[in-house]
């Protein structure tokens, strides 16, 4: 049997959510579509490309940069390694901009009242959610020197976290920098790590703009509400919105596709006859546990590395999953 949703929303685990209930003959009533943005580079590694290719199929990343290689230097006095890592960079806003074109051709009448609104922004205050830290991540463009190798993903670490270039192809690099807080001046701030980090030595210059966001872990309490539930229709929380990896973990693109099959499976058995308050409990469970094992690898992998009195209270967020105070870092 099918039922109405509304998507309230144009990223990637709304847009997926709406091609598989599409797909399986819900009628679906997709988001306006999402003005332009600004680039939005990803690193899909080899477990999410096989995921996206297994949802959508293949096409959606036809030109997109490939990566072969990655190379890897965690922690004071380490030397680097380097392994094989099949990759692609991908420009987010490019990537849902053929997902709504692709959804187009399943769409059906989305005629009815919503039975269920699948988002992945809700009007949620700050206690609907558990962040797990205050840790932001600094990001910008930058151009690389002649001859370096583009077809390879660096990570290297300082006293005061973790910096990775990422190879965009034509020669321009995507900087990141993890710090332990919000960053006053997140531009000078990436450029100081850089030039302490071997890293900073493949560039020809740092990046000339920077930003700085929040990135760490973060758990919506409720992200499944069966209807009546507060609201007439039910509300599914999906992607960032209902758990936000740390992107050390390379894993957040995939894990925001597998709380759209989760959310497109709740509907589809509350569909068919299957009781919704269950389906909506068993999701938090299935969010909550995996939360509970990122963050655990989150205080191990942090813990062996980024030692240093700056750290310390995320490695305590980590290990017990509460938020610590804001302030911020202090430039080095």
Known sequence: MSTAVTIAGSGLAELTCAWLLARRGHRV????????????????TGPTLELLRS?????????????DQRQVRWGAGERPTRFAQPAR??????????????????LGPSAGTARWVVTARSPDGPGDRLTAGRRHLLAGTAPLRSGTDERTALLDTTALGWLQLTPLGEGRCLAQAM???????????????????GLGRVLRHAPRAATGIPAAPRLHHAPALPPGHLTPAGRITVGAGAVRFDPLSGTGTAQALRTAVLAAAVIDAAAGGAPAAPLCRHLTGRLRAA??????????????????????????????????????????
């Open 29 to 44: 009533r997709p988001a306006a579509d999402a003005p332009a943005a600004g680039a939005r580079p990803l690193l899909l």
């Open 179 to 197: 710090v332990p807080g919000p960053a006053e001046d997140p531009t000078a701030l990436l450029a100081r790590l850089l030039a302490s980090s």
């Open 291 to 332: 939360f509970a094992e990122h963050l655990a690898t989150c205080a191990a992998l942090y813990g062996s590395a980024l030692t240093s009195v700056a750290w310390r209270d995320e490695l305590d967020a980590a290990r017990l999953g509460s938020p610590a105070p804001g302030r911020p870092v202090a430039p080095v």
């Open 89 to 106: 960079v991908v420009d987010g806003a490019v990537l849902a901009a053929r997902m709504r074109e692709r959804l187009g051709t399943v």
């Open 55 to 67: 949802l959508w199929g293949d096409g959606l990343l036809h030109g997109t940069w490939r990566l």
